[in-house]
């Protein structure tokens, strides 16, 4: 059985973190975390925002804050 990429790992991290990979895949990623620092690193930091940004409210931030991030992820490119 062929071994997952980094770049497969983090294609498939959001159906992960919901539950939604089948059995041989599921085994597949949890492998490929296994022997990879970097990707379990990409999967706790991914839950750790999950996490933070559940417990934010819509009004919690100061519109100025609100729009900078808005701006630098409209700003932002994938490498």
Not at 33 to 52: F, K, N
Request: with cysteine.
């Amino acid at each position: 059985m062929k071994r997952f990429t980094c770049d497969e790992v983090v294609e498939l991290v959001t159906v992960y973190m919901e539950g939604e990979l089948d059995g041989p895949t599921g085994y597949r990623f949890e492998e490929h975390l296994g022997g990879c620092e970097g990707c379990e690193r990409y999967l706790g930091q991914l839950r750790t925002t999950v996490a933070t940004l559940g417990d934010l409210r819509p009004d919690g931030l100061a519109d100025d804050t609100r729009e900078g991030l808005l701006s630098a992820f409209r700003d932002w490119r994938r490498p």
